[in-house]
């Protein structure tokens, strides 16, 4: 227990003399931050009362050091115009005393008034001339050294993480000098912001301070902290959106040097909030929060395309929103705050969006005409729109959705607006984003969820004949709104086709995709007409480097989109352009007007891709295209045992030349050209031993071509629809093998089409005619695994053909049968990584 | 005085379009999407989203027959609708109803911009 301190008689704790000095000395920097606005006088006079009492207090504690302190500081402020350095002298001492009285009676609050400061403040008292009584400044004026010295601090604290306790004890004087000065002199800073710097400045002191009073490490209020700190930043930055919503552009209150403040604020609480999520989505969102505010700045310098890339930043923004709402990963979703965030920005979103509806439409004159016309089309559109969506959930689970679907919802959307009807806007807008996305990821919209909007349009047409009231729609838009959750709860679980990895493991950014490919692809939109053209002139301007390079890029990207029927196209293309290529020969004019019409249909199909809708069947271009491979010479062993045949020839002529030179060995001119001819055989011997090389192994790569042939010809001849992929393309086997594992695997595939193909065929199996075979070679020391996994809705009973078998017997390979899982199969082919037996007589196939 | 050909299944959206390109004093044509033979206008206004095909198909169809500065008009244009229709060599997509000052505005401008032929 402490002894009482007695003062004025009254036996006082030392603990409530600690708060009240505290306090008092609150109100003392308070008044001094006046003085320096204000320049008055009486309120100088008041300060350094205050501050004498301070001082006399410290007498009744045991803090010598604080008394120092306190006296010293008062003589410094009791000088004439205190200079820059002492301006920031005094600032920091201040501080530190408020610090020191924050401490209170702990033990290390001393350290806070370090001897340094002490020494400065009496070299500055002493640099004064010695006078320590000087009247108070007539007319005190801010020097703009001391300003800038705190707008530095002001930048020091914003830039620097506020989360971080040690940082904290760094920057613990700028906090409070921010704190205290920036509100009254932010005003003579161009571009404002002066809100959330004592709303972080306020809070950095709360934290410190509320530490030291519990007398605990700042360090354990540091989680605690950052969720104040990153609260406080979201509410700056809303309550700063909020400002922009209000104003309305050209009547707004706001000048551009207001707004151009505003955004400047807004840009550091949200580079703030970026600086504390590490996450994807978040940066994302930071990013399109960014862009708006570039926009909204646009808009209000009216710059004529500042408000449709508005419009355009708003859906991004509501979009990554949403996918926000949707991401499972625990370390992303950050509990209240973040919600907070999203349900603001959605608010805000809403809110704009009405905002410029009512710019949007000045019908005028035609008030009425658009009434009644958009009536009429309500009328007309909401029958058709429950038909289809009626339609559409008898499907359920339905691969695709109906194009017409987005069409007519998009329709009712216009005529809504125009009607003036905010909140069904709002819902169908939702509705239309939720069909986006059902196409673009692959969503699938439950029955519940088709049910409760064919239910809600069906009111709302009941609403529209008999002339009732919008309220009576809000328990369906409720419903419609659960639903929709229910539906986006379902996403939650990443789904391979939302995650897809390359083979290296590294998730691929599917949401990025689709702009990336639109960006890349230049030489593919252009390639029909060229074709087309080069029919009649002969010779084709058709860059087929950039194009197989477009190829790959769009094949690629279109498997990770799950849009098959490109990705098929893309690659049978690619191997046709691969095949001219390699023989270098300029095609004929059937082979360019081949390539013209798969290019045009590969170009409608980008487009039905492009514009959301569902992407025409490709079978028939594929069937030509594997017809025309099918016919083309089996280019690669042939090519390359000519070359090597070229080679050796060449390698002959330039020994015989060697020989000759060695004959003019002692003429002057002789070593040069020894040397060129020596280098010039030792190219070609290099570059035959790697062809040579080369020919005894060959790339499973090679194998595509073969394969999409088989499986073309076995699609077309059962109807089915049949899509093949071919994984680790750069495995290396010994040439032998693999010519001799090559028609094994064809007949197995042959095998695996025509059972499924049957099986479909069958009355009672439901679902499209699909087949999924994906063929996975693994090399595992000396056995090769070949895997094909078999999907399909109707999986048949395999019984291995006696071809076959006999075929697997002289491969001394085996052949499992594996369930892989509802709708799958797993065949797994095992065999010894070697050339096969060649003392067998006769080739198996 | 500029001429618009307007070709979208929405009448609404179709009156809007007049509505705002008879405040310019532009002429103003209306046509389907299935005809054959479409009167050429300066500027080609055209749905992205049609009952039968989409706007990016039937914009390539009606370059073919010697259509210039085609827009393509959506309710809410996604980032790879203005990309894509710029990569097939049209002005760009236009959200429709969309402010009105900024909507004449681009208008004049695309009218201004002196067509440069197709690179196919």
Known sequence: ?845 | MPSVLILDEAPLRVLWLEAVLQGMDWQCLRGDTQEKALPLADITLLALHLQHGNGFESAMALRRQGHRRIWLLSDLPAQTDDLWARSLGLEGVLRVPAPIENFRSLLRASLEVRHEAPCA
């Open chain 1, 1 to 845: 227990m402490k002894p009482p301190v007695r003062e004025h008689g009254w036996p006082v704790p030392e603990e409530v003399l600690w708060t009240l000095l505290h306090a008092s000395m609150g109100s003392c920097l308070q008044l001094l931050e006046l003085w320096l606005r204000t320049g008055e006088q009486e309120v100088y006079r008041r300060a350094m009362d205050l501050l004498g009492r301070i001082h006399a207090c410290t007498g009744f504690l045991p803090a010598k050091r604080l008394g120092m302190f306190c006296g010293q500081w008062r003589e410094l402020l009791l000088k004439a115009h205190a200079g820059t350095q002492e301006a920031a002298l005094i600032l920091q001492a201040g501080v530190r005393i408020e610090h020191r009285l924050a401490w209170a009676c702990g033990r290390h609050g001393d350290r806070l008034l370090d001897l340094h400061t002490l020494n400065r403040l009496r070299a500055a008292c002493a640099g004064q001339g010695g006078s320590s009584v000087s009247r108070p400044p007539q007319t005190p004026v801010v020097s703009p050294c001391f300003v800038l010295a705190l707008g530095n601090a002001v930048q020091r604290i914003l830039c620097s993480p506020v989360s971080e306790p040690n940082d904290l004890s760094v920057q613990g004087l700028p906090v409070l000098q921010v704190a205290s000065f920036w509100p009254q002199l932010s005003p003579t800073r161009q571009g404002g912001g002066a809100a959330e710097v004592p709303a972080v400045a306020l809070l950095s002191l709360h934290q410190r301070i509320s530490a030291c009073r519990l007398g605990v490490d700042a360090g354990a209020h540091a989680a605690g902290f950052l969720c104040l700190a990153r609260r406080a930043l979201m509410e700056v930055l809303l309550s700063r959106w909020r400002e922009l919503v209000d104003a309305v552009p050209g009547q707004g209150q706001m000048n551009r040097d207001e707004l151009a403040g505003v955004l400047a604020c807004s840009r550091v609480c949200l580079r703030h909030f970026a600086a504390r999520d590490t996450s994807r989505s978040c940066d994302r969102l930071c990013e399109l929060a960014q862009n708006l505010l570039n926009y909204l700045q646009c808009i209000f310098a009216r710059d004529l395309v500042g408000e449709r890339m508005l419009m355009v930043c708003l859906l991004a923004l509501e979009r990554q929103v949403l996918k926000r709402g949707l991401n499972p990963d625990p370390a992303v979703a950050e509990g209240p705050a973040v919600a907070l965030l999203e349900r603001r920005i959605r608010r805000f979103l809403r809110a704009r969006r009405h905002r410029l509806r009512e710019s949007m439409l000045g019908w005028g004159a035609h008030q009425r005409q658009v009434q009644a016309r958009g009536l009429d089309e309500l009328q007309v559109l909401l029958p058709d729109l429950c038909r289809v969506l009626v339609q559409q959930g008898r499907r359920v689970p339905a691969p695709f959705l109906p194009d017409e679907l987005l069409y007519l919802c998009s329709r009712m959307c216009v005529c809504v607006l125009c009607l003036g009807w905010g909140v069904l806007y709002e819902m169908l807008c939702g509705v239309r984003s939720l069909l986006v996305l059902a196409v673009e990821q692959r969503l699938q919209l439950t029955g519940a969820y088709l049910h409760c909007l064919a239910r809600l349009l069906t009111r709302i047409h009941r609403m529209l004949q008999k002339q009732d009231v919008l309220e009576h729609l809000l328990p369906a838009l409720r419903a419609l709104q659960m639903a929709s959750a229910r539906v986006l709860a379902g996403q939650r679980h990443p789904q391979s086709l939302h995650q897809p990895a390359h083979e290296g493991g590294v998730p691929v950014r599917v949401d990025a995709l689709p702009v990336y490919l639109t960006e890349h692809l230049h030489t593919l939109l252009l390639a029909p007409e060229l074709l087309q053209q080069a029919v009649h002139t002969g010779g084709t301007r058709l860059d087929s480097r950039a194009c197989l390079l477009e190829l790959t890029l769009l094949g690629q990207g279109a498997r990770a989109l799950a849009v098959w029927r490109v990705a098929d196209l893309a690659e049978g293309l690619m191997e046709v352009h691969r095949a001219l290529q390699i023989d270098r020969a300029s095609p004929a004019p059937e082979t360019l007007a081949l390539l013209g019409e798969i290019h045009q249909a590969l170009r409608a199909c980008l487009n039905h891709a492009a514009a959301r809708q569902c992407v025409p069947d490709v079978r028939g271009p594929l069937a030509r295209l594997y017809a025309w491979l099918e016919a083309a010479s089996p280019l690669p062993v042939s090519r390359q045992s000519s070359d090597v045949v070229r080679l050796t020839r060449a390698l002959t002529a330039g020994m015989q030349a060697l020989e000759d030179a060695l004959a003019l060995g002692n003429h002057p001119q002789g070593l040069p050209l020894l040397r060129r001819l020596l280098s010039e055989q030792q190219e070609r011997c290099l570059q035959l031993e790697e062809e040579l090389e080369d020919a005894g192994r060959v790339r499973l790569g090679r194998w595509r071509s073969r394969l999409w042939r088989v499986v073309a010809r076995c699609a077309s001849a059962t109807d089915t629809e049949v899509r093949l992929s071919l994984e680790n393309d750069a495995l290396q086997l010994d040439r032998r093998l693999a010519d001799a594992l090559l028609p094994v695997v064809e007949q197995m595939l042959e095998w695996l089409i025509g059972c499924s193909g049957a099986q479909i065929g069958q009355p009672g199996v439901t679902g499209n005619a699909l087949v999924k075979i994906h063929l996975r070679p693994r090399l595992n020391q000396q056995t090769l695994v070949l895997a094909l996994l078999l999907e399909s809705q109707a999986l048949p009973e395999l019984v291995v053909p006696d071809g076959l078998q006999s075929a697997l017997h002289w491969l001394d390979a085996s052949l499992r049968l594996r369930p892989g899982g509802s709708g799958k199969q797993v065949l797994l082919l095992s065999l010894p990584a070697r050339a096969p037996r060649w003392d067998i007589a006769a080739k198996p196939l």
